[in-house]
């Protein structure tokens, strides 16, 4: 089946960098591209702190991680971007699993005396010590065996990179040269600096066709193509990158290895964790960096993060002062958007209801 091109084009609308610090610029009453009180850099900053709050409170941002257990490891190393926990599952074989019960250690003490020394297979997780910046997650009964290697042998369509993952959305442009599996940016962008990595998906939109990326080079990626009309990159064919879903596995000594899948909606394939913990979570959002970037919450909220950026811009100026008056109208605003703008589906969707009702 081929790709309809706005299957993958459609994705990551709302505002760009450019079109939030150009918005910031008129909420502070300053000119067009006039950085000279505020510079680009200190709106930017500001309004990726809006970014990061904005995904605090609304929750809008999960990921999952798989984390894999070491026998007599009780503690590990979250994922790195992440914020809290929604769920955790323990998978005792490919098709057995059991949810977590989220826990404290001080009630652990109170209800499970002895548990420090416990051993066989998860059924808690608590915040443990910290790493770094970072609170560990504890599991008890402290695993008794290791888990399997996923990375080694991934599920189909899935595959593992050891590259950093440092982009918010999918990436769009055109070909230069033909070639049967090299397509070159006609831009001439630096691609990994965009955080194109091997085995993030490219589409041939114009073609319909699409591969897993094996090399990036500057501004180009090779990709073999199939499920299209000639599976080639001819002059002037449009491509994008899927580079908004994605996957962590972190290991008992800490690394971190990113999966990405073959087609959108691939992550769900991710089944074979024999042995380890399935981690949902509340994911940090990537920092804006470049102007033609897209924040990766919800587009309806795009528009409100400018009204962060003000209050995180003028919080600290003099009490009473007309800066900080609008600094906190700004952060009054925000918090009404936020709150009243986004609509959290995990509550609001009752698919039980539609079941029962066969819908």
Not at 235 to 263: H, K, M, P, R
Not at 309 to 329: F, T
Not at 331 to 338: D, G, K, P, Q, T
Request: aromatic share 12%; charged share 20%.
């Amino acid at each position: 089946m081929g790709i309809e091109s706005y299957t993958v084009s459609g994705l990551y609308t709302g505002k760009t960098l450019e079109t939030l610090k150009a918005d910031t610029l008129a909420k502070l009453k300053q000119k067009a591209t006039n950085y000279d009180r505020y510079t680009a850099a200190n709106i930017t900053a500001a309004l990726n702190d809006a970014l990061v709050e904005a995904v605090r409170l609304t929750k809008c941002l999960h990921s999952f991680a798989i984390i894999q257990m070491k026998d007599g490891y009780s503690q590990y190393k979250p994922p790195t971007q992440y914020i809290e926990p929604l769920q955790a599952f323990f998978y005792q074989s490919a098709t057995s699993y059991w949810e977590l019960t989220q826990a404290n250690r001080k009630w652990l003490d109170l209800y499970k005396p002895g548990w420090r020394t416990g051993d066989g297979d998860p059924r808690y997780m608590y915040h443990g010590d910290n790493y770094g910046n970072l609170r560990k997650l504890g599991f008890y009964p402290t695993p008794d065996t290791d888990g399997d290697d996923y990375t080694l042998s991934p599920d189909t369509g899935i595959y593992a990179s050891e590259d950093s993952m440092d982009t918010s959305g999918n990436i769009t442009g055109t070909n230069t040269t033909a070639h049967a599996t090299t397509c070159t940016d006609s831009e001439g962008r630096d691609l990994a600096t965009l955080g194109v990595t091997i085995g993030m998906t490219a589409v041939n939109v114009t073609d319909a066709s699409q591969g897993q990326i094996s090399a990036v080079t500057g501004a180009t990626f090779t990709v073999t193509l199939a499920g299209g009309t000639a599976d080639t990159w001819a002059v002037s064919d449009s491509f994008t990158i899927l580079a908004g879903e994605y996957g962590v596995v972190v290991s008992w000594e800490n690394d971190e290895q990113f999966l990405f899948a073959s087609e959108i909606g691939g992550m769900v394939d991710v089944s074979t964790l024999v042995g380890n913990v399935y981690l949902e979570f509340v994911r940090r959002p990537l920092l804006l960096q470049f102007d033609t970037q897209y924040p990766e919450i919800p587009p309806d909220l795009h528009q409100y993060l400018p009204d962060y950026a003000v209050y995180s811009l003028k919080r600290n100026a003099p009490a009473g002062s007309q800066d900080q008056k609008e600094a906190m109208s700004a952060h009054e605003a925000f918090l009404w958007n936020i709150e009243n703008g986004y609509t959290n589906l995990d509550d609001s969707a009752d698919f039980g209801s539609c079941v029962r009702c066969n819908l």
